[in-house]
Nanobody
Framework: QVQLVESGGGLVQPGGSLRLSCAASGSILGRNVMSWHRQAPGKERELVASILSGSSPNVADSVKGRFTISRDNAKNTVYLRMNTLKPEDTAVYYC???????????WGRGTQVTVSS
């Protein structure tokens, strides 16, 4: 079992910044991909950014240049730095861990990000 706990969401004005954190714990075996996804009301969940340990991160075109993903392997934690936030970034942000060892994926419960004046 793997547990993922997100934090750092909240209400922010347009143009503001937030940093999300996702701490993983439990039976984490081998290399894994950690990623952030988001789901806005009435829309499908979409990939925002992903990072494999030792590789370059991938960031969706819709947030490229504004969002940065990073990870601290010693802490089993992934971060999402979000700058220049826009109202369309409003969504529930979910953390996911995909294990390359056994092909299982784990999801956090999500954290709400609301961008509004």
């Amino acid at each position: 079992q793997v547990q993922l706990v997100e934090s750092g969401g909240g209400l922010v004005q347009p143009g503001g910044s937030l940093r999300l954190s996702c701490a993983a714990s439990g039976s984490i075996l081998g290399r894994n991909v950690m990623s952030w996804h988001r789901q806005a009301p009435g829309k499908e969940r979409e990939l925002v950014a992903s990072i494999l340990s030792g590789s370059s991160p991938n960031v969706a075109d819709s947030v490229k240049g504004r969002f940065t993903i990073s990870r601290d392997n010693a802490k089993n934690t992934v971060y999402l730095r979000m700058n220049t936030l826009k109202p369309e970034d409003t969504a529930v942000y979910y953390c996911k861990l995909f294990s390359l060892f056994d092909g299982i994926e784990w999801w956090g419960r999500g954290t709400q990000v609301t961008v509004s004046s």
